[in-house]
T-cell receptor, first 114, second 115 residues
Framework: GDSVTQMEGPVTLSEEAFLTINCTYTATGYPSLFWYVQYPGEGLQLLLKATKADDKGSNKGFEATYRKETTSFHLEKGSVQVSDSAVYFCALSDRMDSSYKLIFGSGTRLLVRP | DAGVIQSPRHEVTEMGQEVTLRCKPISGHDYLFWYRQTMMRGLELLIYFNNNVPIDDSGMPEDRFSAKMPNASFSTLKIQPSEPRDSAVYFC?????????????FGPGTRLLVL
């Protein structure tokens, strides 16, 4: 079945450091890919998404490129801020399955120190 | 737009009691999802509805859990009787099936503690 694998956390960085959170997926169809972010005590918010190969999703300085050849969707940010501290979830929606269900990874906690 | 609304935000109850969680999806959305989040199991899909009809409840843990969607603007998740292992954060999410329907919008969650 479809699945998403994320790098284990927590990831601890200093402010202004470069961030990469790895995400790979397995899907039988041709999925859409997502990054959601969860701030402490809140629900998940869509951060960015990409719906086809080579698409780049971007938002708030974060970017991720849909790489079909490596089945990856790694999240990057050039300079993190303390306010980026949160849990980040990679997810896919397999459009061969018309249910619009999301398959989530286990989440990666990011802690940014001043 | 008010977003997805969930109530209560926090619930503390004793084992054996009935718990009802409520969700109001974004107006016009035709899909509604219930999730449970725990440290041990992460984010789990419990059940989802399309146009108020339950489509897949395979994630519902056991018969103590039930969900309804009597109309397009309201859904409930009920646990009866509750047990300590049901303690978790329960999220409701909704989406619109046309024009990129995979994007789900989450509510703030209900934090449930069963003593």
């Amino acid at each position: 079945g479809d699945s998403v694998t994320q790098m284990e956390g927590p990831v601890t960085l200093s402010e202004e450091a470069f961030l990469t959170i790895n995400c790979t997926y397995t899907a039988t169809g041709y999925p859409s890919l997502f990054w959601y972010v969860q701030y402490p005590g809140e629900g998940l918010q869509l951060l960015l998404k990409a719906t086809k190969a080579d698409d780049k999703g971007s938002n708030k300085g974060f970017e991720a490129t849909y790489r079909k050849e490596t089945t990856s969707f790694h999240l990057e940010k050039g300079s993190v801020q303390v306010s980026d501290s949160a849990v980040y979830f990679c997810a896919l929606s397999d459009r061969m399955d018309s249910s619009y269900k999301l398959i989530f990874g286990s989440g990666t906690r990011l802690l940014v120190r001043p | 737009d008010a977003g997805v609304i969930q109530s209560p935000r926090h619930e503390v109850t004793e084992m054996g009691q009935e718990v009802t969680l409520r969700c109001k999806p974004i107006s016009g959305h035709d899909y509604l999802f219930w999730y449970r989040q725990t440290m041990m199991r992460g984010l789990e899909l419990l059940i989802y509805f399309n146009n108020n009809v339950p489509i897949d409840d395979s994630g519902m843990p056991e018969d103590r859990f039930s969900a309804k969607m009597p109309n397009a603007s309201f859904s409930t998740l009920k646990i009866q009787p509750s047990e300590p292992r049901d303690s978790a954060v329960y999220f409701c999410a909704s989406s619109l099936s046309t024009g990129g329907g995979e994007t789900q919008y989450f509510g703030p969650g209900t934090r449930l503690l069963v003593l």
